[in-house]
Nanobody, 128 residues
């Protein structure tokens, strides 16, 4: 069984920064990609960023390019999401996800179906 535990989100002002982390644990955890998704009230879950575990290739949703940075610590099985210049419309529950069955070898890591494990979600609120 794999568990993904996200760090606490929080309340941040417009233009502020926040860093989320996601720690993976479980027997012989192996990930091929990890991603972050978010879901705002009344909206569908959307892709934010992803990183492949072996090569470190990164993927970003267009609106966050240049402001968000995803990174990984292979030794700690942790993925980070540094979010800068946050906007009110980015208020959402942020979810960490892991691909442990090589779904990302066939499909793009931006697709949610690639991931077979999900964190519980953490609330990020950007106040104006």
């Amino acid at each position: 069984q794999v568990q993904l535990v996200e760090s606490a989100g929080g309340l941040v002002q417009v233009g502020g920064s926040l860093r989320l982390s996601c720690a993976a644990s479980g027997r012989t955890f192996t990930s091929y990609a990890m991603g972050w998704f978010r879901q705002a009230p009344g909206k569908e879950r959307e892709f934010v960023a992803a990183i492949t575990w072996r090569t470190g290739n990164t993927y970003y949703e267009d609106p966050v390019k240049g402001r968000f940075t995803i990174s990984r610590d292979n030794a700690k099985n942790t993925v980070l999401l540094q979010m800068n210049s946050l906007k009110p419309e980015e208020t959402a529950v942020y979810y960490c996800a892991a691909d442990t069955y090589r779904g990302s070898y066939t499909y793009s890591p931006v697709v949610s179906d690639v991931y077979d494990y999900w964190g519980q979600g953490t609330q990020v609120t950007v106040s104006s």
